[in-house]
Every structure is written in C-alpha cells, then in structure tokens.
C-alpha cells in the first residue's frame, strides 16, 4: 500500500485536513519533527557506503584538531 506525505501550510488547512480524514474514516498518523529528523537520517544512513573505510590515522587527525 502507498502512502502520502501531505503538509498543511497552516492551521486552517491542518484543521480541514484532519477533519476530512476523520470523517472519511481514513486512518492517518501525525509526524512529530524528532519522527521526520528520524526518517532523514535513515534515508542518509541507506545511501552510505558499508564498505567505504577510514584509516585509524584519519580519525586520530580528525579527533586532534
């Protein structure tokens, strides 16, 4: 099943949004900011390479300055 992500841009449309879907009988989820810095960072952590690697002496370096 697909989902959507919609944002109201203000109070008013966030009012009728949440009626509509009330009323529709349609389950819905509000996304706290910590929930959508969680799904940012999990989109980032997927587009890492696994096996890209750092040397101890480039984290020492860093881990210096």
């Known amino acids: 099943m697909q989902s959507y ?3 109201p841009q ?3 449309e966030q009012q009728q949004l949440a ?3 009330t009323q529709s009988h349609i389950p819905a ?3 706290t900011d ?3 810095e969680d ?3 999990l989109l980032l952590m997927s587009e890492v ?3 890209d690697t750092v040397s101890e002496e ?3 370096k860093i881990l210096r300055s």
């Open 49 to 51: 390479d696994v096996n």
């Open 5 to 7: 992500v919609i944002t």
């Open 34 to 36: 910590e929930e959508k």
């Open 19 to 21: 009626q509509f879907l």
């Open 39 to 41: 799904i940012g960072m």
């Open 10 to 12: 203000n109070a008013i």
């Open 29 to 31: 989820k509000v996304l």
């Open 58 to 60: 480039e984290v020492r």
